[in-house]
């Protein structure tokens, strides 16, 4: 079928809006009338950088609705409300032992610019293959992409605005729900107020935490993290040393948790440094940065523990729900991030993201 999609032919140009072929799904795969995507940092660092190979059609953090299913499919049907998440294979013992996230066909589905059978499902007018991200490639108008790769969600609430559970908010919220877990009146500070940090710092208000320090260089961020529920906030422009700032704060203790999703070495150092003994830092920060300026005594000697994270190690069929449901209950706003634009404008929305002039971009189509 022919549909309309933002394809990536080089990696620092523009997006170009083209009608492309896409394949009809297979046998486990799904359809989808695509209401809204979410823009992720990953979306344009990929881009720029790689791995998937160009060209590409990107977008991950999709919501549609179900138009046609293949023979062997039984979680979803026609008709349904989806939010995509990330593929997992649901067989290897990562996902046996309830951690989709770290699929063994993780990386391969997700980065490699394939579906997981090894093939493409999109060509341009000149029968170049596209690749695929993320086993869906949402920035367009209908995609294709298994079955483990949707969640059924309520049918009552602006779909279009879902797609970013799917990754981003799942992302924040889950790190802190599911692998950092503060009990109430602990401490954490949140380095970087983007969308991710934000839903890691709206989780960790529910959870009850006393003291939640948002840390940001754009000021508008720091507004936001207030309003969520920030009881301090450190604008990284101004502050030369985070760490003695936060020792301020906290009176010399540190911080029981940290959570960075700058993806920048000196933000993750301080993240670190600013946990009292025996705290934890959790990372989601993928810029790809190498580490170098920490002396491993911040780690080994005060007994402190760095936590790589990945989809806020979130079971998503189970996750997204919870998120939702809190959302109606009025607990966890994530619309309060949300900027729509429409499809056409997903270069001035992929800018607003990079500038930081929009928290959340969704492209609405």
Same mark, same amino acid.
């Given at each position: 079928m022919?549909?309309r999609a933002a @394809?990536?032919y $080089?990696?620092?140009a523009?997006?170009v809006i083209? =009608? /492309?072929?896409?394949? +009809?799904?297979k046998?486990?795969?799904i359809? /989808?009338k695509?209401?809204?995507?979410? &823009? *992720?940092?990953?979306?344009?660092?990929?881009?720029?950088h790689?791995?998937?190979p160009?060209p590409?059609?990107?977008?991950?953090?999709?919501?549609g609705?179900?138009?046609r /299913?293949?023979?062997?499919v039984?979680? @979803?049907?026609?008709g349904?409300?989806?939010?995509?998440?990330?593929?997992?294979?649901?067989?290897?013992?990562?996902?046996?032992n309830?951690?989709?996230?770290?699929?063994a066909s993780?990386?391969?589905v997700?980065?490699?610019?394939?579906?997981p059978d090894g093939t493409?499902?999109?060509?341009? +007018?000149?029968g170049? $293959?596209?690749?695929?991200?993320?086993?869906?490639?949402?920035?367009?108008?209908?995609?294709?992409?298994?079955?483990r790769?949707? @969640?059924k /969600?309520d049918?009552?609430l602006d779909?279009?605005?879902l797609?970013?559970?799917? *990754?981003g908010?799942?992302?924040?919220?889950g790190?802190? !729900?599911?692998v950092?877990?503060p009990?109430?009146? =602990?401490?954490?500070?949140i380095f970087?107020c983007?969308?991710?940090?934000?839903?890691?710092?709206?989780?960790?208000k529910?959870?009850g935490c006393?003291?939640i320090?948002?840390?940001?260089?754009?000021?508008?961020?720091?507004?936001t993290?207030?309003?969520?529920g920030?009881?301090?906030?450190?604008?990284?422009?101004?502050t030369?040393? &985070?760490?003695s700032r936060? !020792? =301020?704060?906290?009176?010399?203790?540190?911080?029981?948790?940290?959570?960075?999703?700058?993806?920048?070495?000196?933000?993750? %150092?301080?993240?670190? +440094?600013?946990?009292?003994?025996?705290g934890s830092?959790?990372?989601?920060g993928t810029?790809?940065?190498?580490?170098?300026?920490m002396? !491993?005594?911040s780690?080994?000697?005060?007994?402190k523990r760095? %936590?790589g %994270? @990945?989809?806020?190690?979130s &079971?998503?069929w189970l996750?997204i729900?919870?998120?939702?449901?809190?959302?109606?209950?009025?607990?966890f706003p994530?619309?309060k991030l949300i900027?729509?634009?429409?499809?056409?404008? %997903?270069?001035?929305?992929?800018?607003?993201?990079h500038?930081?002039?929009a928290?959340?971009p969704i492209?609405?189509?």
């Amino acid at each position: 079928m022919k549909t309309r999609a933002a @394809v990536a032919y $080089e990696n620092s140009a523009p997006f170009v809006i083209k =009608e /492309v072929e896409l394949a +009809e799904p297979k046998e486990t795969e799904i359809l /989808v009338k695509m209401a809204g995507c979410g &823009i *992720c940092h990953s979306d344009l660092f990929v881009k720029q950088h790689g791995p998937t190979p160009l060209p590409a059609v990107f977008g991950h953090e999709g919501a549609g609705v179900v138009e046609r /299913v293949g023979s062997a499919v039984t979680m @979803v049907a026609p008709g349904d409300h989806v939010v995509f998440c990330s593929y997992s294979c649901g067989a290897c013992e990562a996902c046996l032992n309830g951690h989709p996230a770290w699929c063994a066909s993780n990386d391969k589905v997700n980065f490699g610019g394939i579906h997981p059978d090894g093939t493409r499902r999109l060509k341009d +007018e000149n029968g170049i $293959e596209l690749s695929t991200f993320f086993g869906q490639s949402s920035f367009a108008e209908y995609a294709v992409a298994d079955q483990r790769s949707a @969640v059924k /969600v309520d049918k009552g609430l602006d779909l279009a605005m879902l797609g970013p559970l799917g *990754c981003g908010f799942q992302t924040g919220a889950g790190s802190i !729900m599911n692998v950092l877990c503060p009990n109430p009146g =602990e401490t954490i500070g949140i380095f970087g107020c983007g969308s991710v940090g934000l839903a890691a710092l709206m989780a960790a208000k529910l959870a009850g935490c006393s003291a939640i320090i948002g840390v940001d260089a754009i000021p508008s961020r720091l507004d936001t993290a207030r309003e969520l529920g920030a009881t301090h906030a450190i604008d990284g422009r101004e502050t030369p040393d &985070i760490t003695s700032r936060i !020792m =301020e704060i906290t009176n010399g203790r540190g911080l029981d948790f940290t959570f960075e999703s700058a993806g920048v070495e000196h933000v993750l %150092i301080a993240a670190i +440094e600013s946990l009292r003994k025996g705290g934890s830092c959790g990372t989601v920060g993928t810029t790809g940065q190498k580490v170098y300026g920490m002396q !491993m005594r911040s780690l080994m000697g005060q007994c402190k523990r760095l %936590i790589g %994270i @990945v989809q806020g190690d979130s &079971i998503p069929w189970l996750f997204i729900p919870k998120l939702i449901d809190l959302y109606k209950a009025g607990r966890f706003p994530f619309d309060k991030l949300i900027t729509f634009y429409p499809f056409e404008d %997903i270069n001035k929305a992929a800018d607003d993201s990079h500038s930081g002039a929009a928290i959340k971009p969704i492209l609405r189509f």
